[in-house]
Protein backbone atom coordinates (compact mmCIF):
# COMPACT_ATOMS: atom_id res chain seq x y z
CA UNK A 1 0.00 0.00 0.00
CA UNK A 2 2.67 2.31 0.86
CA UNK A 3 4.22 1.80 -2.06
CA UNK A 4 1.70 2.13 -4.37
CA UNK A 5 0.70 5.72 -2.65
CA UNK A 6 4.64 6.84 -2.96
CA UNK A 7 4.28 6.19 -6.84
CA UNK A 8 1.12 7.58 -7.38
CA UNK A 9 2.48 11.03 -5.86
CA UNK A 10 5.74 10.74 -7.86
CA UNK A 11 3.66 9.88 -11.30
CA UNK A 12 2.00 13.60 -10.64
CA UNK A 13 6.16 15.41 -10.51
CA UNK A 14 7.36 14.17 -14.00
CA UNK A 15 4.55 15.25 -16.24
CA UNK A 16 4.99 19.08 -15.15
CA UNK A 17 8.41 18.55 -14.61
CA UNK A 18 8.68 17.88 -18.42
CA UNK A 19 6.65 20.31 -19.61
CA UNK A 20 8.56 23.00 -17.24
CA UNK A 21 12.32 21.98 -18.21
CA UNK A 22 10.81 22.10 -22.14
CA UNK A 23 9.11 25.48 -21.60
CA UNK A 24 12.48 27.11 -19.71
CA UNK A 25 14.58 26.10 -21.97
CA UNK A 26 12.65 27.61 -24.85
CA UNK A 27 12.23 30.80 -22.77
CA UNK A 28 16.35 30.83 -22.36
CA UNK A 29 16.60 29.28 -26.04
CA UNK A 30 14.94 32.61 -27.56
CA UNK A 31 16.38 35.36 -25.26
CA UNK A 32 19.61 33.80 -26.77
CA UNK A 33 18.42 34.07 -30.03
CA UNK A 34 17.05 37.53 -29.81
CA UNK A 35 20.45 38.66 -28.23
CA UNK A 36 22.41 37.00 -30.95
CA UNK A 37 19.68 37.49 -34.03
CA UNK A 38 21.88 40.95 -35.29
CA UNK A 39 24.93 39.19 -35.83
CA UNK A 40 22.61 35.93 -37.40
CA UNK A 41 21.52 38.67 -39.95
CA UNK A 42 24.21 40.28 -41.12
CA UNK A 43 26.52 36.78 -41.83
CA UNK A 44 23.66 35.55 -43.76
CA UNK A 45 23.73 31.95 -41.87
CA UNK A 46 21.35 29.76 -43.17
CA UNK A 47 19.29 27.55 -41.42
CA UNK A 48 21.74 24.68 -41.24
CA UNK A 49 23.73 26.68 -38.98
CA UNK A 50 20.92 28.24 -37.16
CA UNK A 51 19.59 24.58 -36.57
CA UNK A 52 22.93 23.43 -35.23
CA UNK A 53 23.47 26.37 -32.96
CA UNK A 54 19.96 25.78 -30.89
CA UNK A 55 20.97 22.00 -31.04
CA UNK A 56 24.45 22.73 -29.41
CA UNK A 57 23.19 25.07 -26.51
CA UNK A 58 19.67 23.33 -25.70
CA UNK A 59 22.13 20.49 -23.22
CA UNK A 60 23.28 23.52 -21.38
CA UNK A 61 19.70 25.02 -21.01
CA UNK A 62 18.80 21.59 -19.48
CA UNK A 63 21.18 21.83 -16.77
CA UNK A 64 20.51 25.37 -16.00
CA UNK A 65 16.69 24.92 -16.28
CA UNK A 66 16.41 21.48 -14.35
CA UNK A 67 16.33 22.96 -10.51
CA UNK A 68 13.45 25.70 -11.74
CA UNK A 69 11.66 22.61 -13.60
CA UNK A 70 11.91 20.73 -10.23
CA UNK A 71 10.16 24.00 -8.01
CA UNK A 72 7.66 23.81 -10.62
CA UNK A 73 6.90 20.20 -10.52
CA UNK A 74 6.58 20.05 -6.85
CA UNK A 75 4.22 23.25 -6.95
CA UNK A 76 1.61 21.62 -9.30
CA UNK A 77 2.05 18.16 -7.95
CA UNK A 78 0.96 19.48 -4.44
CA UNK A 79 -1.13 22.16 -5.40
CA UNK A 80 -3.10 19.41 -7.82
CA UNK A 81 -2.94 17.42 -4.43
CA UNK A 82 -4.54 20.00 -2.36
CA UNK A 83 -6.95 21.13 -4.92
CA UNK A 84 -8.59 17.65 -5.34
CA UNK A 85 -8.69 17.26 -1.94
CA UNK A 86 -5.97 14.00 -1.44
CA UNK A 87 -3.94 16.23 0.37
CA UNK A 88 -6.51 16.05 3.45
CA UNK A 89 -7.50 12.53 2.28
CA UNK A 90 -4.07 11.67 3.27
CA UNK A 91 -3.74 13.01 6.48
CA UNK A 92 -7.04 11.59 7.59
CA UNK A 93 -5.50 7.98 6.07
CA UNK A 94 -2.70 8.75 9.09
CA UNK A 95 0.10 10.04 6.73
CA UNK A 96 2.46 12.24 8.29
CA UNK A 97 2.45 15.53 5.93
CA UNK A 98 6.62 15.28 5.00
CA UNK A 99 5.66 11.48 4.35
CA UNK A 100 3.69 12.73 1.20
CA UNK A 101 6.53 15.06 0.31
CA UNK A 102 8.96 12.33 0.11
CA UNK A 103 7.97 10.80 -3.10
CA UNK A 104 8.36 14.54 -4.79
CA UNK A 105 12.10 15.14 -3.01
CA UNK A 106 12.85 11.79 -4.31
CA UNK A 107 11.92 12.60 -7.71
CA UNK A 108 14.06 15.88 -7.51
CA UNK A 109 17.15 14.00 -5.93
CA UNK A 110 16.63 12.07 -9.71
CA UNK A 111 16.10 15.24 -11.72
CA UNK A 112 19.29 16.06 -9.93
CA UNK A 113 21.53 13.00 -10.86
CA UNK A 114 20.39 13.59 -14.19
CA UNK A 115 21.43 17.17 -14.60
CA UNK A 116 24.37 16.26 -12.96
CA UNK A 117 25.26 13.52 -15.53
CA UNK A 118 24.69 15.72 -18.43
CA UNK A 119 26.51 18.93 -17.24
CA UNK A 120 29.78 16.68 -17.00
CA UNK A 121 29.11 14.30 -20.18
CA UNK A 122 27.12 16.25 -23.55
CA UNK A 123 26.62 19.57 -22.15
CA UNK A 124 30.58 21.09 -21.94
CA UNK A 125 31.63 19.61 -25.47
CA UNK A 126 28.10 20.97 -27.41
CA UNK A 127 28.45 24.23 -25.91
CA UNK A 128 31.93 25.12 -26.91
CA UNK A 129 30.76 23.83 -30.20
CA UNK A 130 28.08 26.18 -30.42
CA UNK A 131 30.78 29.27 -29.09
CA UNK A 132 32.80 27.99 -31.92
CA UNK A 133 30.08 28.33 -34.37
CA UNK A 134 29.47 31.84 -33.22
CA UNK A 135 32.23 33.22 -32.32
CA UNK A 136 34.23 32.10 -35.17
CA UNK A 137 31.53 31.26 -38.36
CA UNK A 138 29.36 34.32 -37.49
CA UNK A 139 31.72 36.87 -35.90
CA UNK A 140 34.78 35.69 -37.50
CA UNK A 141 36.74 35.90 -34.41
CA UNK A 142 39.22 33.18 -34.64
CA UNK A 143 40.81 33.28 -31.37
CA UNK A 144 38.18 34.12 -28.97
CA UNK A 145 39.73 31.89 -26.63
CA UNK A 146 42.31 33.65 -26.79
CA UNK A 147 45.46 31.30 -27.12
CA UNK A 148 46.95 33.82 -28.79
CA UNK A 149 49.16 36.33 -26.71
CA UNK A 150 51.69 38.89 -26.78
CA UNK A 151 54.45 39.29 -24.72
CA UNK A 152 53.89 36.81 -22.34
CA UNK A 153 56.43 34.84 -19.85
CA UNK A 154 55.69 31.60 -17.39
CA UNK A 155 57.60 29.42 -15.70
CA UNK A 156 58.40 26.13 -17.57
CA UNK A 157 59.88 24.09 -14.66
CA UNK A 158 63.19 23.01 -13.20
CA UNK A 159 64.18 26.83 -12.86
CA UNK A 160 63.25 27.51 -16.15
CA UNK A 161 61.60 30.98 -17.60
CA UNK A 162 60.38 31.37 -20.69
CA UNK A 163 59.75 34.94 -22.74
CA UNK A 164 57.87 34.90 -25.73
CA UNK A 165 57.07 38.10 -28.02
CA UNK A 166 53.70 36.26 -29.92
CA UNK A 167 52.46 32.77 -28.43
CA UNK A 168 50.43 30.52 -30.26
CA UNK A 169 48.53 28.00 -28.90
CA UNK A 170 46.62 26.98 -31.56
CA UNK A 171 49.63 26.57 -33.90
CA UNK A 172 51.91 25.38 -30.76
CA UNK A 173 54.70 27.99 -31.11
CA UNK A 174 56.96 31.13 -30.28
CA UNK A 175 58.20 33.34 -31.59
CA UNK A 176 61.18 35.49 -30.70
CA UNK A 177 61.68 33.65 -27.45
CA UNK A 178 64.46 34.04 -24.75
CA UNK A 179 64.62 31.42 -22.16
CA UNK A 180 66.99 31.08 -19.09
CA UNK A 181 67.66 28.62 -16.64
CA UNK A 182 69.01 28.60 -13.36
CA UNK A 183 71.01 26.54 -11.20
CA UNK A 184 71.15 27.43 -7.49
CA UNK A 185 69.56 30.53 -8.15
CA UNK A 186 72.42 31.57 -10.82
CA UNK A 187 71.65 31.86 -14.02
CA UNK A 188 73.50 29.11 -16.03
CA UNK A 189 71.81 28.58 -19.68
CA UNK A 190 69.79 31.37 -22.04
CA UNK A 191 68.58 30.31 -25.19
CA UNK A 192 67.64 33.54 -27.29
CA UNK A 193 65.82 32.16 -30.19
CA UNK A 194 63.86 33.50 -33.73
CA UNK A 195 60.60 31.28 -33.31
CA UNK A 196 60.13 27.70 -31.04
CA UNK A 197 57.67 24.52 -32.07
CA UNK A 198 56.58 22.19 -29.99
CA UNK A 199 57.56 18.93 -31.09
CA UNK A 200 54.48 16.51 -30.18
CA UNK A 201 56.45 13.17 -31.06
CA UNK A 202 58.83 13.93 -28.48
CA UNK A 203 56.90 15.47 -26.43
CA UNK A 204 59.67 19.03 -26.20
CA UNK A 205 60.05 22.25 -27.37
CA UNK A 206 62.29 22.72 -30.22
CA UNK A 207 64.01 26.22 -30.94
CA UNK A 208 65.04 27.86 -34.19
CA UNK A 209 67.65 30.21 -35.51
CA UNK A 210 69.00 31.75 -32.09
CA UNK A 211 72.07 31.56 -30.20
CA UNK A 212 72.60 29.82 -26.77
CA UNK A 213 74.81 31.37 -23.99
CA UNK A 214 76.49 29.30 -21.07
CA UNK A 215 77.15 31.39 -18.11
CA UNK A 216 80.10 29.65 -16.26
CA UNK A 217 81.59 31.09 -12.62
CA UNK A 218 85.04 31.31 -13.47
CA UNK A 219 85.13 31.70 -17.37
CA UNK A 220 83.68 34.12 -20.10
CA UNK A 221 80.07 33.40 -21.31
CA UNK A 222 80.37 30.75 -24.31
CA UNK A 223 78.37 31.44 -27.29
CA UNK A 224 77.33 29.69 -29.65
CA UNK A 225 74.99 29.93 -32.68
CA UNK A 226 72.29 26.55 -33.62
CA UNK A 227 70.05 26.33 -36.13
CA UNK A 228 67.95 23.84 -33.99
CA UNK A 229 68.19 23.13 -30.65
CA UNK A 230 65.98 20.36 -29.33
CA UNK A 231 65.53 21.66 -25.54
CA UNK A 232 64.71 19.57 -22.38
CA UNK A 233 61.66 21.69 -21.67
CA UNK A 234 58.95 19.19 -21.73
CA UNK A 235 56.04 21.54 -20.83
CA UNK A 236 53.16 21.26 -23.44
CA UNK A 237 51.74 24.42 -24.67
CA UNK A 238 48.42 23.87 -23.23
CA UNK A 239 50.30 23.96 -19.82
CA UNK A 240 51.99 27.49 -20.48
CA UNK A 241 49.14 29.41 -21.52
CA UNK A 242 45.18 28.29 -21.15
CA UNK A 243 43.15 28.63 -23.36
CA UNK A 244 40.04 31.36 -21.85
CA UNK A 245 38.13 29.91 -19.35
CA UNK A 246 34.55 29.07 -20.40
CA UNK A 247 32.89 28.16 -17.21
CA UNK A 248 29.70 26.39 -19.04
CA UNK A 249 32.17 24.78 -21.96
CA UNK A 250 34.26 22.90 -19.04
CA UNK A 251 33.08 20.12 -16.73
CA UNK A 252 34.43 19.17 -13.49
CA UNK A 253 37.07 17.13 -14.70
CA UNK A 254 38.62 20.00 -16.78
CA UNK A 255 38.35 22.20 -14.37
CA UNK A 256 40.31 19.88 -11.80
CA UNK A 257 43.25 19.90 -14.74
CA UNK A 258 43.13 23.00 -15.50
CA UNK A 259 43.28 23.81 -11.51
CA UNK A 260 46.41 21.31 -11.58
CA UNK A 261 47.92 23.54 -14.43
CA UNK A 262 47.56 26.74 -12.45
CA UNK A 263 49.15 25.45 -9.75
CA UNK A 264 52.53 24.13 -11.74
CA UNK A 265 52.70 27.79 -13.04
CA UNK A 266 51.78 29.45 -9.78
CA UNK A 267 49.06 31.16 -11.17
CA UNK A 268 46.24 32.81 -9.19
CA UNK A 269 42.62 29.98 -9.63
CA UNK A 270 40.09 31.79 -7.50
CA UNK A 271 37.75 31.42 -10.61
CA UNK A 272 38.47 27.77 -11.02
CA UNK A 273 38.20 26.92 -7.37
CA UNK A 274 34.60 28.32 -7.21
CA UNK A 275 33.81 27.12 -10.53
CA UNK A 276 34.77 23.40 -9.42
CA UNK A 277 32.68 23.88 -5.74
CA UNK A 278 29.62 25.21 -8.16
CA UNK A 279 29.26 21.94 -10.14
CA UNK A 280 29.62 19.82 -7.61
CA UNK A 281 26.81 21.81 -5.66
CA UNK A 282 24.53 22.63 -8.90
CA UNK A 283 22.56 18.78 -8.63
CA UNK A 284 22.00 19.83 -4.76
CA UNK A 285 19.77 23.02 -6.02
CA UNK A 286 16.82 20.00 -7.26
CA UNK A 287 16.03 18.86 -3.92
CA UNK A 288 16.55 22.49 -1.77
CA UNK A 289 14.11 23.74 -4.73
CA UNK A 290 11.58 20.47 -3.85
CA UNK A 291 11.45 21.88 -0.46
CA UNK A 292 11.25 25.30 -1.31
CA UNK A 293 8.22 24.36 -3.39
CA UNK A 294 6.53 22.17 -0.43
CA UNK A 295 6.45 24.57 2.05
CA UNK A 296 5.25 27.42 -0.36
CA UNK A 297 1.94 25.51 -0.93
CA UNK A 298 1.60 24.19 2.50
CA UNK A 299 1.83 27.73 3.76
CA UNK A 300 -0.13 29.41 0.99
CA UNK A 301 -2.75 26.40 0.76
CA UNK A 302 -4.35 26.39 -3.03
CA UNK A 303 -2.82 28.30 -5.59
CA UNK A 304 -3.95 28.04 -9.33
CA UNK A 305 -1.23 26.69 -12.31
CA UNK A 306 -1.17 29.79 -14.24
CA UNK A 307 0.32 31.13 -10.61
CA UNK A 308 2.81 27.82 -9.95
CA UNK A 309 3.56 28.44 -13.05
CA UNK A 310 5.07 32.50 -12.49
CA UNK A 311 5.90 31.45 -8.94
CA UNK A 312 8.65 28.97 -10.60
CA UNK A 313 9.73 31.20 -12.69
CA UNK A 314 10.38 34.16 -10.68
CA UNK A 315 11.79 32.31 -7.38
CA UNK A 316 14.00 29.76 -9.68
CA UNK A 317 15.29 33.12 -11.70
CA UNK A 318 15.98 34.50 -8.11
CA UNK A 319 17.76 31.54 -6.71
CA UNK A 320 19.47 31.57 -10.16
CA UNK A 321 20.60 34.90 -9.26
CA UNK A 322 21.62 34.10 -5.69
CA UNK A 323 23.96 31.93 -7.18
CA UNK A 324 26.01 33.83 -9.48
CA UNK A 325 26.32 36.59 -6.84
CA UNK A 326 28.05 34.28 -4.47
CA UNK A 327 29.76 32.49 -7.41
CA UNK A 328 31.51 36.36 -8.11
CA UNK A 329 32.04 36.84 -4.49
CA UNK A 330 34.08 33.93 -4.68
CA UNK A 331 35.83 35.05 -7.54
CA UNK A 332 37.17 37.72 -5.82
CA UNK A 333 37.80 35.41 -2.86
CA UNK A 334 35.25 37.52 -0.76
CA UNK A 335 34.33 34.30 0.32
CA UNK A 336 35.84 30.60 0.32
CA UNK A 337 35.20 28.49 -2.87
CA UNK A 338 33.19 26.17 -1.39
CA UNK A 339 31.05 28.45 0.73
CA UNK A 340 30.35 30.07 -2.49
CA UNK A 341 29.30 26.38 -3.94
CA UNK A 342 27.21 25.60 -1.18
CA UNK A 343 26.03 28.36 0.53
CA UNK A 344 23.03 29.25 -1.57
CA UNK A 345 21.53 25.41 -1.34
CA UNK A 346 22.07 25.43 1.85
CA UNK A 347 20.92 28.57 2.72
CA UNK A 348 17.49 27.84 0.41
CA UNK A 349 17.09 24.18 2.15
CA UNK A 350 17.20 26.11 5.55
CA UNK A 351 14.40 28.93 4.47
CA UNK A 352 12.69 25.92 3.50
CA UNK A 353 12.88 23.47 6.20
CA UNK A 354 11.62 26.86 8.66
CA UNK A 355 8.87 27.00 5.82
CA UNK A 356 8.03 23.21 6.58
CA UNK A 357 8.30 23.58 9.95
CA UNK A 358 5.57 26.66 10.19
CA UNK A 359 3.49 24.46 7.77
CA UNK A 360 3.86 21.69 10.69
CA UNK A 361 4.44 19.48 7.85
CA UNK A 362 7.89 18.48 9.89
Not at 34 to 53: E, M, V
Request: with cysteine; aromatic share 14%.
Amino acid sequence: MKKIFYRYIARGFWAPFGFGLGVFCLLLLFGSLFDNLNFFLKSGAGAGIFARYVAYQTPYFMVKMTPIATLMAVLFALGGMMARGEWKAGLAGGWRPFDMIKPLLACAFLAGAGQFVLQETAAPDLFIRSEHLFEEKLRGREDWRRVVRQDVTFFAGNEAFVTAHIFDGRHKNMQRVIVNIYKEGRLFLEVNAGWAQWDEAAKLWVFHDGVMITYNEDAKPAVKNFADYRSSIAVPPENLVLEKLVPEGVSSLDVLRRLRRLNAVGAPAAAERTLLWVKLAAPLANPAMALIGAAMVLLMGKNNKFFSFGLALGFGFFFWAVIIMTQEAGNAELIPASAAGFAPVVLFALVSLWGLKRARAI
